[in-house]
């Protein structure tokens, strides 16, 4: 009998003559076939970068999570390397779900969730570990699952219980998993000394949201950082009525086992962006990964019979500034700029053909009370909109006249427009904008907030176009991404 890996990647490789890549995006991680959401794993190991993620091999929609992967050494041009670890065995048979990589040395160690029913016929989400000697091949560990439900403490759900992040401590192993504990969201810690007994350590975060999901745990810049989803958490900002699950970035200080939270960021304001995870670069630059997409919608590459639905965002560096976090597109990007377009000048309009696959950066002077509009991915009767209201002091995506919604056909147009507030610096707007076959990412004020859109234009228009109330100045600098590759 053919194992379950094989028998993936065999229907995958058959299924691929039949996928449309006309929206796979040039510089993003994106599944050939099937179905993706969120990064797993991602870690620098014997000289590479290898990123997995939650991969339905079968279908364009969720279902039966494997793990699929990719390797990369500059994080933006990724080799998929199909699915690596199927879940094949009693604790996993409903699927692997998220989870993370350790490097030790030559070893990879993986934490993930294997997911069953017990006896009962109850979802039950226990923590695993499998280990590889090249990244590419991993083996279970015999004494799976390490940690299940007897370890739990009281109140704690044995259902939601995942998404483990494996760290090396003094003394042993730490691992954090999200749970709902009596009805609200946590962290649980556990200890390990060796990595095959377990015990509960406590909460690391606690009455968080009505559940956590991906928590991901590091040092950066002297301060403790705790990236997670937030369900049920409304946070400054976002409209509870189209995001219920915000994604946090919680910094503060390590205190008896659980963090002190002195500042809280939402990690992104768009519509697009889930189950982040982070991995240090060897110069040591903490780099995020996330998943650019929302469980609400459905993807037009599902429903056009495109073969694939999944992307991720563009890679982003970390830094904390003033207790507050940022967030960068990866430096590796400038290498991939290509023609450049300059202006600098006052005026209330500017345009310019560049590519799908765009990095544009705009620094607009004079803002206060002014409006600007910011058309990208346009064409004729097409265009994806950045708005910006000077009266408001908000900033806002709009894909609705940007081709196909992100919803079910008859379903509506999804959701097709997010605000939030943005403060221009001292008068000026600074947004760095990267564009792609189906996304948009708009950076502002050098990283301080982010907003991420998937898109899907009819035309794939290359035009740009920034009008403004009034004449402003404007610096723009505009390169085509990755020409001729
Ligand atoms: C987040 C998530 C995780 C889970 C995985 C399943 O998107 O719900 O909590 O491990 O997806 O695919």
Known sequence: ?????????????????????????????????????????????????????????????????????????????????????????????????????????????????????????EERQVQCLASSSDGFHFTKADHNPIIDASLLPEGASPRDFRDPKLQRVPGGYRLLAANQRKGKGCILAFESATGETWRYQGEYVSDCGSMMECPDQFELDGKSV????????????????????????????????????????????????????????????????AWMFNFSEVSPTHWLGHGWTG?????????????????????ELEACRGTGIHFSGKTPLWQAQIAQCADVTLRLDGMEGNNVTIRCHESEDEAFLIDYNGQRGELALDRSTCGYP????????????????????????????????????????????????????????????????????????????????
């Open 406 to 485: 992100l919803a079910a056909p008859g379903r509506g147009a999804g959701r097709s427009r997010v605000t939030t507030p943005v403060a221009p610096a001292e008068g000026t707007l600074t947004l760095r904008i990267l564009t792609d076959r189906s996304s948009v990412e708009v950076f502002v004020n050098d990283g301080e907030k982010v907003l991420s859109a998937l898109c899907f234009p009819k035309k794939q228009g290359i035009g740009w176009t920034v009008t403004c109330s009034r004449e402003i100045h404007m610096t723009i600098d505009a390169y085509a991404l990755d020409e001729g590759a």
């Open 226 to 289: 705790l990236i997670a989803c937030v369900m049920g958490m409304e946070a400054e900002g976002i409209d509870p009525a189209q995001n219920t699950a915000p994604v946090m970035a919680f910094v503060g200080r390590e205190q008896s086992g659980s963090l002190s939270i002195e500042a809280s960021t939402v990690l992104d304001y768009g519509m697009d962006f889930y189950a982040p995870q982070t991995t240090q670069t060897p110069g040591g630059r903490r780099v995020l990964m």
């Open 1 to 121: 009998m053919k194992d379950m890996i094989q028998r993936a990647n065999d229907h995958a490789r058959a299924q691929l003559e039949q996928c449309n890549h006309t929206y796979t995006p040039k510089l993003h991680v994106s599944v050939p076939v099937g179905w993706l959401n969120d990064p797993n794993g991602f870690c620098f190991f014997q000289g590479r970068y290898h990123l997995y993620g939650q991969h339905n091999p079968y279908d364009s929609v969720w279902d039966r999570m494997h793990w699929c992967h990719w390797i990369s050494t500059d994080l933006l041009h990724w080799t998929w390397q199909g699915v690596t670890l199927a879940p094949d065995q009693d604790y996993d048979t409903v699927g692997c779900f998220s989870g993370t990589a350790l490097v030790e040395g030559d070893r990879l160690l993986i934490a993930y969730t294997g997911v069953h029913n017990d006896e009962k016929g």
């Open 311 to 331: 992307e991720m965002v563009m890679p982003r560096e970390l830094s904390v500034r003033n207790g507050k976090l940022f967030q960068q597109p990866v430096r």
